[in-house]
């Protein structure tokens, strides 16, 4: 609910970073930025998304590498013909 208060759960979810050390970079980095407007995280939280995401990494990001891989090319076709239908159609 915190980190949704400013993107969604796809973004990291569907992000390309699988490595710790990057995660925990972004967490911090999200956190500061959390607070300086007015948004709680206790570090115990950072924590456990770190975590999280490092565990969800490993196991769709690279055990699972060609599904994902798959999965990011059909989100970006989708995408782009989103986009080419909305600047046809001015939507």
Same mark, same amino acid.
């Given at each position: 609910?915190?980190?949704?208060?400013?993107?969604?759960?796809?973004?990291?979810?569907?992000?390309?970073h699988v490595n710790?050390?990057?995660? @925990?970079?972004?967490? %911090?980095?999200?956190?500061?930025?959390? !607070?300086?407007?007015?948004?709680?995280?206790?570090? *115990?939280?950072?924590?456990?998304?770190?975590?999280?995401?490092?565990?969800?990494?490993?196991?769709? @990001?690279?055990?699972? %590498?060609?599904?994902?891989?798959s999965q !990011?090319?059909?989100?970006?076709?989708?995408?782009? *013909?989103?986009?080419?239908?909305?600047?046809?159609?001015?939507?």
């Amino acid at each position: 609910a915190v980190c949704g208060a400013c993107h969604t759960a796809a973004r990291p979810l569907n992000s390309p970073h699988v490595n710790g050390d990057v995660w @925990k970079r972004y967490a %911090r980095r999200m956190h500061l930025k959390m !607070q300086g407007s007015g948004i709680e995280l206790n570090r *115990a939280d950072e924590d456990k998304i770190v975590d999280f995401l490092i565990y969800d990494s490993n196991i769709r @990001k690279i055990e699972r %590498r060609e599904e994902f891989e798959s999965q !990011q090319r059909a989100l970006r076709d989708m995408f782009e *013909a989103l986009s080419k239908d909305a600047k046809t159609t001015g939507k």
